[in-house]
């Protein structure tokens, strides 16, 4: 089973879009660097701004861009689950590939908004 922890918009200045949604949200950020900042929805969802420019490493992203992630216990599970979503039909945009904050991959919905499922021990 997936657990939904966090809604990523792809922005063009993380620390100025962490600002705006900290001031707007009325909650602080956990997290703030010129490639991603972070603040709490609620206790268990967070808000990921991340830099339009790194959030693709085929460059293919701009600000405006969205997606959403699930958290999957560990990177054994991760990788079954891109299998199964492989065998399912699903569109996988990146496949399993480590990155700073775990190891991810990524999928699209019918519209093309991204789903992305990470293993994730930094939190």
Not at 18 to 47: K, W
Not at 65 to 72: C, L, Q, R, T, Y
């Amino acid at each position: 089973m997936l657990k939904f922890d966090m809604v990523v918009l792809h922005v063009a200045d993380p620390v100025a879009s962490g600002a705006f949604y900290s001031a707007l949200l009325e909650r602080p950020l956990v997290q703030s660097n010129p490639v991603f900042s972070m603040l709490p929805l609620s206790d268990s969802v967070l808000l990921g701004l991340w830099a339009a420019s790194e959030a693709d490493p085929d460059g293919q992203s701009a600000p405006g861009a969205s997606e959403i992630s699930f958290n999957v216990a560990d990177r054994e599970r991760l990788v079954k689950r891109h299998a199964d979503w492989v065998a399912k039909g699903h569109k996988i945009i990146l496949d399993p590939v480590e990155m700073p904050f775990g190891h991810t991959f990524v999928a699209t919905d019918p519209d093309g908004h991204r789903v992305r499922a990470v293993a994730n021990t930094n939190r």
